[in-house]
């Protein structure tokens, strides 16, 4: 026989038992769907959450206070305001090379008012090349400018939840409101960033003229700042960038050689790739969970096949008595066991692929199908066809033609 007829003989073998085919393919196609699904889920989630890091800044490295001890006490990150924007300006004016652009950033927070409506936010101080590190354009107005922080406006830029809920969809652009009683006029209205893989909307703020934020919100004089943001030029600077500006702000801060940092330095490569891999880690224990049931459904294709071929001792017993090899018994029974598995990988792709899109829709996640997940999905159905099958079929192979003959 050969590889045609052998094919078409375990064709036949199958479709004769439609419904039995059926239900033991089925393992194969639940277990092959399961994965695609999730593989997919847990890609797109990994994408997203990339894009969503990549939209917090370009190349962003952030310096927070803090992470000193005093008393004996821990201040943690942000615990202690001992940056200074001089900081930033030494960072810049030394390491021109490096640094793309720099902002300082204060922190703040009120309750905005217009006319009958109010809104609770955050409020960031901020300079001019805030935008550019950020890599937040102006969806419609301006953004303030030098001279604006020089004076100290009473001017700002607003995110788009401000714009949707304190402004009810009307153009701010003009308008004039309150925060603590003190009128703040806007300039412009930030593009809509969304929320973070950390649950943050982006969107939810109120930007001023650091100068502003510190006079006038905060009534001080002090030159600290909460943050310090830079823009690396490349990515593959990041780790020079971040050893030079720890050096700089330790000899800044006058800090001696086993006095602890009082500063914390975090990048953007550090989040997304802790991120990354907790979502790899959830989509791969995901994944080897969905492949039990590919593991279930080889079991039941070793359990079919062996009764395939008890079922058929006679019949095969009359091939090998008219001179059928037994290696032909042996690829006619593993071909039977290919095919069947290898049709359920394909079903199982198509139901996968489908599910997850269809999960995705409902839900507005975001999903990404792989070729690789495919072709790996596909390859592992039909090597479970064959090596579950290999044993029914070696045993059919193995039988003595006479026995088979006198079988009942």
């Given at each position: 026989?050969?590889?045609?007829?052998?094919?078409?003989?375990?064709?036949?073998?199958?479709?004769?038992?439609?419904?039995?085919?059926?239900?033991t393919?089925?393992?194969?196609?639940?277990?092959?769907?399961?994965?695609?699904?999730?593989?997919?889920?847990?890609?797109?989630?990994?994408?997203?959450?990339?894009?969503?890091?990549?939209?917090?800044?370009?190349?962003?490295?952030?310096?927070?206070?803090?992470?000193?001890?005093?008393?004996?006490?821990?201040?943690?990150?942000?615990?202690?305001?001992?940056?200074?924007?001089?900081?930033?300006?030494?960072?810049?004016r030394?390491?021109?090379?490096?640094?793309?652009?720099?902002?300082?950033?204060v922190?703040?927070?009120?309750?905005?008012?217009?006319?009958?409506?109010?809104?609770?936010?955050?409020?960031?101080?901020?300079?001019?090349?805030y935008?550019?590190?950020?890599?937040?354009?102006?969806a419609?107005?301006?953004?303030?400018?030098?001279?604006?922080?020089?004076?100290?406006?009473?001017?700002?830029?607003?995110?788009?939840?401000?714009?949707?809920?304190?402004?009810?969809?009307?153009?701010?652009?003009?308008?004039?409101?309150?925060?603590?009683?003190?009128p703040?006029?806007?300039l412009?209205?930030?593009?809509?960033?969304?929320?973070?893989?950390?649950?943050?909307?982006?969107?939810?703020?109120?930007?001023?003229?650091?100068?502003?934020?510190?006079?006038?919100?905060?009534?001080?004089s002090?030159?600290?700042?909460?943050?310090?943001?830079?823009?690396?030029?490349?990515?593959?600077?990041?780790?020079?960038?971040?050893?030079?500006?720890?050096?700089?702000?330790?000899?800044?801060h006058?800090?001696?050689?086993?006095?602890?940092d009082?500063?914390?330095?975090?990048?953007?490569?550090?989040?997304?790739?802790?991120?990354?891999?907790?979502?790899?880690m959830?989509?791969?224990?995901?994944?080897?969970?969905?492949?039990?049931?590919?593991?279930?459904?080889?079991?039941?294709?070793?359990?079919?096949?062996?009764?395939?071929?008890?079922?058929?001792?006679?019949?095969?017993?009359?091939?090998?008595?008219?001179?059928?090899?037994?290696?032909?018994i042996?690829?006619q029974?593993?071909?039977?066991?290919?095919?069947?598995?290898?049709?359920?990988?394909?079903?199982?792709?198509?139901?996968?692929v489908?599910?997850?899109?269809?999960?995705?829709d409902?839900?507005?996640?975001?999903?990404?199908?792989?070729?690789?997940s495919?072709?790996?999905?596909?390859?592992?159905s039909?090597?479970?066809?064959?090596?579950?099958?290999?044993?029914?079929?070696?045993?059919?192979?193995?039988l003595?033609?006479?026995?088979?003959?006198?079988?009942?």
């Amino acid at each position: 026989m050969n590889g045609m007829m052998i094919f078409k003989v375990a064709l036949r073998a199958l479709l004769r038992n439609k419904v039995r085919s059926i239900l033991t393919a089925l393992g194969i196609i639940v277990g092959i769907a399961a994965v695609i699904a999730v593989v997919a889920i847990g890609e797109g989630a990994s994408t997203s959450m990339k894009a969503q890091i990549s939209s917090m800044g370009d190349n962003m490295l952030i310096v927070f206070g803090g992470s000193m001890k005093k008393g004996g006490v821990h201040g943690g990150s942000g615990g202690y305001q001992t940056l200074k924007s001089e900081d930033g300006e030494a960072m810049r004016r030394d390491y021109p090379a490096l640094i793309k652009a720099y902002a300082p950033l204060v922190r703040s927070g009120g309750q905005a008012i217009y006319q009958e409506k109010n809104w609770s936010t955050q409020i960031q101080g901020v300079t001019p090349e805030y935008v550019a590190v950020r890599k937040w354009d102006v969806a419609s107005g301006v953004f303030f400018t030098d001279a604006d922080l020089r004076a100290g406006a009473r001017v700002c830029v607003v995110g788009q939840t401000i714009a949707d809920n304190l402004f009810d969809g009307q153009d701010p652009i003009g308008e004039t409101f309150r925060i603590r009683n003190i009128p703040f006029r806007v300039l412009g209205v930030m593009a809509k960033k969304g929320t973070t893989s950390m649950g943050q909307d982006q969107d939810d703020i109120i930007i001023m003229p650091l100068t502003t934020v510190k006079r006038v919100l905060k009534r001080g004089s002090f030159n600290n700042v909460d943050q310090l943001l830079f823009s690396i030029y490349d990515m593959e600077q990041m780790p020079e960038a971040k050893s030079v500006l720890a050096d700089l702000l330790r000899q800044r801060h006058r800090l001696g050689p086993n006095t602890e940092d009082d500063f914390t330095i975090i990048d953007m490569t550090e989040i997304s790739d802790m991120l990354t891999s907790v979502s790899s880690m959830m989509t791969i224990l995901m994944a080897v969970v969905a492949s039990i049931s590919l593991l279930v459904g080889g079991i039941g294709i070793m359990n079919i096949m062996l009764v395939s071929v008890t079922e058929r001792t006679r019949e095969i017993g009359l091939r090998m008595a008219i001179g059928a090899a037994p290696v032909a018994i042996l690829l006619q029974f593993l071909t039977e066991a290919a095919v069947l598995s290898t049709l359920g990988g394909v079903l199982g792709i198509f139901l996968g692929v489908a599910g997850a899109y269809t999960v995705g829709d409902i839900n507005k996640w975001p999903i990404y199908v792989t070729p690789i997940s495919v072709v790996i999905s596909f390859g592992f159905s039909a090597f479970v066809g064959i090596f579950f099958g290999f044993y029914p079929a070696l045993r059919a192979s193995r039988l003595n033609p006479i026995d088979c003959l006198r079988y009942e």
